[in-house]
């Protein structure tokens, strides 16, 4: 099976940087995916990560260590409508099979 | 272009009666998936359907969960008789496999279940 790992809740200042962390324990790793969540809202895509290295996409950046099974999201400039879960979610070359972790509850304060 | 359509948006209904959910792929995803989440929790996949083929079914239980994809496009997801553990939000996703770097899954506002 597949353990993904994320911190329950993070607290950060609007104007800051946060980075959330992602760790998984998989086999057959096949890419990771990062979206949002806001309150009573579908999940929506941030991020995808395949290989080594970092992928900045204007103020989100994601990154992915393979031999760690780790990941990050790191999130500039923190803006109040920033608050939401952050979902980090891994497939595998099982048949394309995704697993999700169970969110980070991002609050972002004045 | 219209997202990934899903109906009911909520859903109240007493233990042991049926209900049926519908979901509209954004048009050229051939692949749609079947995701129920809890609260504070991630999605959990029931199902992942590759056209009308239902490739990984492996977490949906079966005794009183069903679903199809007819035609490869629409899906219905169905649970007869419904428990109180059932209550949860039932997401449907669907995903084109060329765009998945750049797009991911595309999630519809999911249908919100309450058994009493």
């Known amino acids: 099976g597949q353990n993904i790992d994320q911190p329950t809740e993070m607290t950060a200042t609007e104007g800051a940087i946060v980075q959330i962390n992602c760790t998984y324990q998989?086999?057959?790793?096949?890419?990771l995916f990062w979206y949002q969540q806001h309150a009573g809202e579908a999940p929506t895509f941030l991020s995808y990560?395949?290989?080594?290295g970092l992928e900045e996409k204007g103020r989100f950046s994601s990154f992915l260590s393979r031999s760690k099974g780790y990941s990050y999201l790191l999130l500039k400039e923190l803006q109040m409508k920033d608050s939401a879960s952050y979902l980090c979610?891994?497939?595998?070359?099982?048949?394309?099979?995704?697993?999700f972790g169970d969110g980070t509850t991002l609050t972002v304060k004045p | 272009e219209a997202g990934v359509v899903q109906s009911p948006r909520y859903k109240i209904i007493e233990k042991k009666q049926p209900v049926a959910f519908w979901c509209n792929p954004i048009?050229?995803?051939?692949?749609l998936y079947w995701y129920r989440q809890n609260l504070g929790q991630g999605p959990e996949l029931l199902i992942r359907?590759?056209?009308?083929?239902?490739?990984?079914d492996s977490q949906l239980p079966k005794d009183r969960f069903s679903a199809e994809r007819l035609k490869g496009v629409d899906s219905t997801l169905k649970i007869q008789p419904a428990e109180l553990g059932d209550s949860a939000v039932y997401l449907c996703?669907?995903?084109?496999?060329?765009?998945?770097?750049?797009?991911?899954?595309?999630f519809g506002s999911g249908t919100r279940l309450t058994v009493v």
């Open positions: 996703a669907s995903s084109f496999a060329g765009a998945l770097a750049n797009y991911g899954y595309t």
């Open positions: 998989t086999s057959g790793f096949n890419g």
């Open positions: 990560n395949v290989l080594d």
């Open positions: 979610a891994v497939i595998t070359t099982n048949a394309g099979k995704s697993t």
């Open positions: 048009s050229g995803h051939n692949t």
């Open positions: 359907y590759e056209n009308e083929e239902a490739v990984d």
